[in-house]
């Protein structure tokens, strides 16, 4: 019995923003911006971009590249971004009614920016335990830049966000385009360093003056640096060798590495670390940091490109405020 990716989708807004422009509004260099931060452009939502449209095209698309009839679908899981189109409020369920799923059951779950891979291993594990689970939507929107304030320095490391749907197709015994094994790890002592501070129930009800302080803040800056110098990047690597070793291979197997935006220095220190070379990845720079959208996004632009060939080794990897560290292994083809 295995679980296959039988079809990938992606949705970007139309509309961008340049790295002049964030320049502008964070009074940093724009050659700072572009070299160091690793942004040219990036996506910002329209009008129409809710959460959940994004994720809604994003499942059009993969439901057309897997050659499906959306009746097909048993099971819908949101794992885009709590920031969505109205609170306490389930996604994957719009999802399912808007693509004509119309036989699936959903539910909505987050682990940050490791959602995508989080979902792969919650899905496939509800497939094999479940003889009527046959066929999964994974659905993602994100439009966290929301929730940027450019005037806050403390978070520049967040100034990449970006928006934007994924979504995956999973069938189960497909028998191509394995997903093997995930690997997570996790540390609580970052849970409340990188917070909204208002809006949530450890400060309601809101008051009026509430509404301009709806962004992220980071509360200890220099207790947040230490604890991402010390702890990112060996997580990081971690997860990646866990996947694979759980797999059956190493990282001499890599074929390609479905990774997320994150400054370009981090991003060529892990092709570095992993013994890569630079197209058998793809840094994000035309599109920042989607959350949990980045590694579908990645495999959709390499297969698009050629970088990802029959029997290859992925390897998804993904971080999120939390902090979170999640990592996937495929077989493709």
Not at 146 to 151: M, T, V
Request: aromatic share 10%; net charge negative; proline share 3%.
């Amino acid at each position: 019995m295995n679980v296959g990716i039988m079809g990938l989708g992606v949705y970007i807004p139309d509309n961008y923003i340049y790295a002049e422009e964030i320049a502008k509004k964070t009074n940093i260099p724009q050659w700072v911006i572009e070299e160091k931060f690793g942004i040219l452009k990036k996506p910002i939502p329209g009008p129409e971009d809710t959460t959940s449209y994004m994720g809604i095209q994003a499942a059009k698309e993969a439901i057309k590249d897997a050659g499906i009839d959306p009746n097909d679908i048993d099971l819908v899981i949101w794992n885009g971004g709590q920031h969505k189109d109205y609170p306490c409020w389930l996604a994957s369920l719009k999802v399912a009614h808007e693509v004509g799923a119309t036989r699936a059951w959903g539910f909505d779950m987050e682990a940050m920016c490791g959602s995508m891979m989080v979902g792969m291993e919650t899905a496939k594990s509800l497939m094999m335990n479940n003889d009527n689970l046959n066929t999964v939507l994974l659905v993602s929107g994100y439009r966290n830049g929301d929730l940027i304030n450019y005037e806050v320095p403390e978070t520049s490391f967040m100034f990449d966000l970006g928006a934007g749907g994924a979504a995956l197709i999973l069938r189960k015994n497909l028998n191509k385009n394995l997903i093997l094994s995930s690997a997570f790890r996790g540390d609580g002592s970052f849970s409340e360093q990188c917070v909204i501070e208002v809006g949530g129930t450890k400060k309601w009800p809101m008051k009026p003056e509430d509404a301009n302080k709806y962004y992220f803040t980071v509360r200890d800056s220099e207790k947040f640096k230490a604890n991402l110098n010390e702890k990112t990047m060996p997580n990081f690597y971690g997860v990646i060798r866990d996947s694979l070793k759980k797999s059956g291979y190493s990282e001499k197997d890599i074929g390609y590495l479905a990774i997320l935006h994150f400054k370009r220095s981090a991003h060529k220190a892990v092709l570095e670390e992993l013994g890569l070379k630079e197209e058998q990845t793809t840094y994000l720079e035309n599109y920042g940091h989607l959350g949990q959208n980045d590694q579908v996004l990645s495999m959709k632009l390499a297969l698009k490109e050629g970088k990802i060939n029959s029997g290859d080794i992925v390897v998804m990897v993904g971080a999120g405020i939390g902090f979170v560290w999640a990592a996937t292994t495929v077989k493709w083809g």
